[in-house]
């Protein structure tokens, strides 16, 4: 379904440590079943002095960063008898002393050891204070982030990195069995400061995949069953430095920009992600932002102590890789401090802040957490137990099998989606049919039931540890129309309950679009009934879509998104086998399916377009609005309760505005049949203007002409034939009905024919539509046939 060729990631090797975990596994561990792990203690501090010094790590920032890593003490303030960082004091101050000096203010790390009872197993961690957080899903006020280095003290090896990402639903960048001569670089993400490794012999760049000549720098295994998925490692990685466009949003607190606040008089505009970044609001854009800038280092920072740092030696060891590249890039230093000097610092204080354009209060409560700010990490369970932060199941097995102190891994249920966008295609007539694309732009992602919004890595979506239950997932993306769907998450193989034959679906996922179109909406009668856009199955690893048990029957895809059953993943997945295309507002229609005035319990629908196949296939509870396309030609379809199906046809006018709605779906023999007239007549019409405008000058007075003139009238025949069906079975005529839905069928086994004997006088375009309907209508007039419910 996709014009680009994104499976060239399921081609390539993955790298040979990959292999000796297996990628069998959803990176992910539960943190609530798995068993559970050792007791660590404070590792002795000359002892943690050496481990800090040794694996102390070199740091790579974003030209455009405004929050380099510093020492939160200056900021510190007393309150109710207890010493706290407060937001505003931080933000403030570090840019007030930014300014003065012209050097980044007290460049600092900090650094904790830990080591398991019994066990040769210890992590040293470093953690970097930022004054602020800026990114597209989340800002808030301070920042800390972490690098877990564990290490066997028996051999002095380092066991696995793991970089901790955006939040814990996100998969951390992790990499096992390091090289142990290799000092630890961590490429920041501007703004957010999540944390990719480096690990190869370029320090500048992140490596997802193994190249040539380069390692990859991640291990984190993937979802083979997915093919789209099979060999792409699950970590957040750094977007910008894949070629993402990743754009940032301003923060705004009591609305107003936030640089805007009277306690922040040494903040301004400039102090923030630069403008060629940001955007000022999703939805005020028509299409994806297409100049984004990609990340470029700007500054580096070194350990102070380390021989080869500034001050120390003009070069970098060579451990650290060179690279010319960097050339115009600062070198500098950093501090490396114990935690425990900081650890009377109790709290990280500050305001909850808002989005700059608007945002449901709903929504932006739900997400507080990644507007608000974040508390000490001495209160976080990965501070005394490091092993809760490893994201990947296969690493957490690898260090389980080792040593005793860490827990094996459980199943956990994650859901899963590619996002891409829908665009036009050459193969279609003009704007009469679509294909999806590579996304242009990153996404937001939001499991509202369980709220953290999580940004996409090359254009998927991870939502890790989510709950059983039912749940609403959400994307968004700038310059284009929101998806919303419901997805149902299971505990185990055994809630999954596809039926062949579409009667039940335990895929539970619903597109809902509650917004609402101030513009008149364009009715569409049943017979050209405007399509639905796209929603997803909700997918396993090991699900498949029933395949229908007697030919045509089936309609409605049954895939389900409850887990697979494997020991260690458990994969929902929303959209249509995992895909979730967006519509670029310029080119979005809103269709809304007003099922209020029909007899009918509906309880499904669906929508495909001619070319690009189904978009849409969910539940239906009531009426429902999704977005599509303008420039696709659709067939929208709806079940009823009782298992019968109705069709509608809609065909976009690419010049029109305005919402499409299709009122009173009905189901059952009438509703197909006069779909089938509806296509019939449409393709004819278009045939037709053939021999009606420029194209009937070439043609011969002969053969060709009046292969077309026959076409035309084969068309004819299906429109009458396929009318007066739909008007025996509203009737009640069931046996005058049928027979003339054999009438159609016989019909567009000729048209066919003919369309073939026309060769090339009609355009492969409408030719290509042509096909591609009769297939639409062949399943459709079977259905028509099979149908006990007449109207």
């Known amino acids: ?32 079943d798995r068993e559970p792990d050792g007791e660590a203690t404070t590792t002795d501090p000359d002892a943690a ?54 050097e980044p203010p007290n460049p600092t790390v900090f650094s904790n050891a830990v080591e398991y009872d019994d066990s040769p197993l210890a992590v040293v961690q470093f953690w970097m204070y930022s004054a602020f957080d800026q990114f597209s899903t989340n800002f808030h006020w301070h920042d800390w982030e972490v690098l877990h280095v564990f290490v066997d003290t028996d051999t002095g090896r380092p066991q696995l990195y793991v970089a901790s990402s955006h939040s814990r639903k996100v998969p951390n960048n992790e990499f096992l069995d390091p090289e142990p001569e290799m000092v630890p670089r961590l ?144 070198d500098d230093t950093y501090d490396l401090v114990p935690t425990s000097e900081i650890e009377h610092l109790t709290d990280f204080t500050g305001p909850q802040l808002s989005f700059e354009f608007a945002v449901p209060q709903a929504a932006e409560d739900a997400i507080a957490g990644h507007i608000s700010t974040t508390g000490a990490p001495w209160g976080q369970p990965r501070y005394e137990n490091p092993a809760a932060d490893i994201t990947d199941s296969n690493h957490r097995a690898a260090l389980a099998e080792r040593y005793d102190a860490i827990g094996a891994a459980a199943p956990i249920n994650t859901v899963v989606a590619r996002v891409t966008e829908a665009v036009t295609t050459d193969d279609a007539p003009d704007q009469e049919g679509l294909t999806t694309a590579d996304a242009t732009v990153e996404a937001v992602a939001l499991l509202e039931s369980d709220p953290v919004a999580v940004p996409t890595f090359e254009g998927v979506a991870v939502v890790r540890d989510v709950p059983a239950g039912d749940h609403r997932f959400t994307v968004n993306a700038p310059g284009q129309a929101p998806h919303s769907e419901r997805l149902s998450v299971g505990d185990s193989e055994s809630d999954a309950t596809a039926t062949s034959g579409g009667s039940e679906t335990a895929s539970d996922v619903t597109t809902t679009d509650t917004s609402t179109s101030e513009e008149s909406p364009t009715t569409v009668d049943e017979q050209t009934a405007p399509a639905s856009p796209k929603t997803a199955e909700s997918t396993t690893a090991e699900s498949t879509t029933a ?56 309880t499904d629908l669906a929508v495909e377009d001619d070319f690009a196949g189904r978009l849409y296939d969910a539940p239906l509870d009531g009426s429902d609005a999704v977005y599509v396309h303008r420039g696709g030609a659709y067939t929208t379809e709806v079940r009823d309760a009782d ?80 009318s007066r069906a739909a008007e025996r079975a509203r009737a009640g005529e069931r046996g005058n009905a049928d027979q003339q839905l054999q009438a159609v069928e016989t019909g567009l086994e000729r048209v066919l024919d003919r369309i073939e004997a026309a060769g090339d006088t009609v355009p492969e375009p409408l030719t290509n539509a042509a096909r591609n309907r009769i297939a639409q209508a062949n399943r459709r007039v079977t259905q028509a046939q099979q149908s006990e419910k007449l109207s």
């Open 643 to 722: 298992g019968a199906l109705g069709a509608f046809r809609v065909n976009p006018d690419p010049d029109a505005s305005g919402a499409l709605r299709i009122d009173r779906p009905e189901t059952g023999k009438a509703s197909l049949a006069a779909f089938l007239a509806s296509i019939a007549a449409e393709t004819r019409d278009e045939l037709g203007a053939l021999l009606d405008g420029e194209l009937s000058t070439s043609l011969d007075g002969g053969g060709v002409q009046n292969a077309l003139g026959g076409l035309l009238r084969a068309f004819d025949a299906i429109v009458e034939a396929a």
């Open 49 to 102: 002095r050496r481990l800090a010094e040794r694996f102390a790590p070199t740091l790579y920032f974003d030209r455009a960063e405004p929050w380099l890593p510093t020492d939160p003490r200056p900021y510190a303030s007393e309150q109710d008898g207890e010493s706290i960082v407060d937001g505003f004091d931080a933000l403030d101050g570090y840019h007030e002393q930014y300014a003065a000096s012209g």
């Open 547 to 602: 395949e229908s048990t007697t030919p045509g029957e089936t309609a409605l895809s049954t895939t389900t998104g409850a887990p697979t059953s494997s020991a260690d993943q458990r994969v929902a997945t929303a959209g249509i086998d995992g895909e979730i295309p967006l519509v670029a507002r310029e080119d979005a229609r809103k269709l809304e399916v007003d099922a209020s005035g029909t007899d009918a319990d509906l």
């Open 187 to 330: 490429l920041s993400e501007l703004g957010s400061h999540s944390s990719a490794l480096s690990v190869n012999d370029e320090p500048d760049g992140f490596q997802r995949l193994p190249g040539a000549d380069l390692l990859a720098d991640i291990t984190n295994s993937a979802i083979t069953s997915i093919e789209a998925l099979s060999e792409l490692p699950l970590a957040y990685g750094l977007p910008r430095d894949e070629g993402a466009r990743l754009p940032y949003v301003v923060p705004e607190y009591e609305g107003a920009p936030v640089y805007e606040h009277e306690r922040l008089p040494n903040v301004d505009r400039d102090a923030l992600v630069p403008d060629e970044l940001t955007v000022r609001s999703f939805d005020a854009l028509a299409s994806p932002p297409t100049d984004l800038p990609e990340r470029s280092t700007g500054v580096v920072f070194r350990y102070s102590g380390r021989e080869g740092a500034p001050g120390n030696a003009s070069t970098a060891t060579s451990s650290e890789g060179a690279n010319p590249d960097l050339e115009s890039a600062t």
């Open 1 to 32: 379904m996709t014009s680009t060729d994104t499976t060239d990631l399921s081609r390539r090797t993955l790298l040979a440590a990959l292999g000796g975990v297996g990628t069998s596994a959803l990176a992910g561990c539960s943190f609530t």
